[in-house]
């Protein structure tokens, strides 16, 4: 089992940056794929990317691709989405998950973003 814990959300003005983490126990996560999602109310849960394991590469949709950057610090057992000019449609509850044998198996609880314009 994988324990999965995100932090680092809150408030912040539209065009400002915010840095999550999303701390793993149980296991060390150097050897799974790491994805971010995140859900706004009322809206179905969205994926907004993922940094595998092997070689460290990343993929992002175009909704954030350009303005969020995941990394991870296998040493330290995390994993970091850094959110840059942030926009009021970015607000949502941020999930980190963790992909084994192809499929998020393990979710943190969430941590919420808000973005006032």
């Known amino acids: 089992q994988v324990q999965l814990v995100e932090s680092g959300g809150g408030l912040v003005q539209a065009g400002g940056s915010l840095k999550l983490s999303c701390a793993a126990s149980?296991?060390?996560?150097?050897?799974?794929?790491m994805g971010w999602f995140r859900q706004a109310p009322g809206k179905e849960r969205e994926y907004i990317g993922v940094?595998?394991?092997?070689?460290?590469?990343?993929y992002y949709p175009d909704s954030v691709k350009g303005r969020f950057t995941i990394s991870r610090d296998n040493a330290k057992n995390t994993v970091y989405l850094q959110m840059n000019r942030l926009k009021p449609e970015d607000t949502a509850v941020y999930y980190c998950?963790?992909?084994?044998?192809?499929?998020?198996?393990?979710w943190g609880q969430g941590t919420q973003v808000t973005v006032s314009s």
């Open positions: 149980g296991r060390t996560i150097n050897r799974y794929n």
């Open positions: 940094i595998r394991w092997r070689g460290g590469t990343t």
């Open positions: 998950a963790a992909a084994e044998s192809g499929t998020y198996a393990f």
